[in-house]
């Protein structure tokens, strides 16, 4: 069994510690949170998992860490403090850990990475042992490993979109939706996820990744922006009211050009309620979805919806998130210490948990 610490307790550390619960050969070592309130509170608890699991959670870092844990899911947010994120993983990995993560997007492409970035965890490998894994959705599974998957049944391809088009009001994490992605605010306002090079950095290195595996160049990646206002207020289950006139929906694109073309493209749709902007792409049913469309011959389309936590779609994409990094444990702990990305680690069955709760 694999010692497996579960770092954060949120949106995704909440799935984490199911999956690791789940998994035939990791062991639930630890728990790590930062709110006081949840200190001492059994880890199945705080997992919704409605039993107890015999770990209490813990705000004692270096504890933990001192123990030893052979591997560390970090499922703390790294999207307002990406410095102390970099850190915490520095630190595991220095340790001898290894370390999944979907906190820290410019390590998605590791051969693309900012040296900032990248320079101190290739030390951190150096000099303990650790090995580091940054996955998640999208960015993640949905930019990488399925449209490189699906483009191999195709006889010509002329081009990748990947999609992802979902109703924010049911993502558990309402900073985010209305400060970092602007829902809610004056149109005047300027979201800090949409500014300027800011997708590039999050999705770029999603972009490469796909360049790389189907070898390709990428002259340069752009970005395309739209907002539109709500028509009307609107009162969501979740996060409460949204005022008339403020942002109700965006579209993005980080498109990657080869040979003069968008060929590689990454799009978002987000709603904050289904009756802003009607005209653009739709989930097929539900609250979201993440699809792939390779263009060529045969064209093909491939959706995915997933469901978690009370059939909640955003809940059941940072699970699949979670499946993949937790998934990736056993295979890294075998490999060589380095810095991984999606193109080394291999997407497994899930073997040995066909019937397990």
Known sequence: ?????????GNVGRAAIRAVEAHPTLDLAA???????????DAGDLAGLGRGLGVAATDDVDAVLAAGPRAVVYAASGDLRPDEALADVGRAVRGGAVVVTPS???????RGAPPEFREPVLAAVAAGGGSLFVSGVDPGWANDVLPLLVSGLGTVVDGIRCQ??????????????????GMGQPMEYEPPMLAPSVPTMVWGGQIRLLARALEAEVDEI???LERRPLDTTVRTRTMGVFEAGTQGAVRFEVQGFVGGEPRLVIEHVTRIHPSCAPDWPVPPDGDGAHRVIVEGRPRIVVTVEAD??????????????????????????????????????????????????
């Open 308 to 357: 978690d936590e009370g059939e909640n779609r955003s809940a059941g994409g940072n699970a699949t998130a979670v499946g993949r990094l937790v998934g990736a444990v056993e295979w890294l702990v075998a490999a060589e210490p380095g810095l991984y990305d999606a193109l080394d680690v291999p997407l497994r069955p899930a073997a040995g948990r066909l019937g397990r709760k």
């Open 104 to 110: 820290l997007y410019p390590l998605y492409d590791r």
């Open 31 to 41: 728990v790590l949170v930062h709110s006081p309130g949840k200190v001492g509170r």
């Open 1 to 9: 069994m694999i010692p497996t610490v579960v770092w954060g307790t």
């Open 164 to 181: 992802e088009v979902f109703d924010y009001s049911t993502y558990d994490q309402e900073e985010s939706v209305r400060f970092l992605v």
């Open 222 to 224: 752009r970005e395309t």
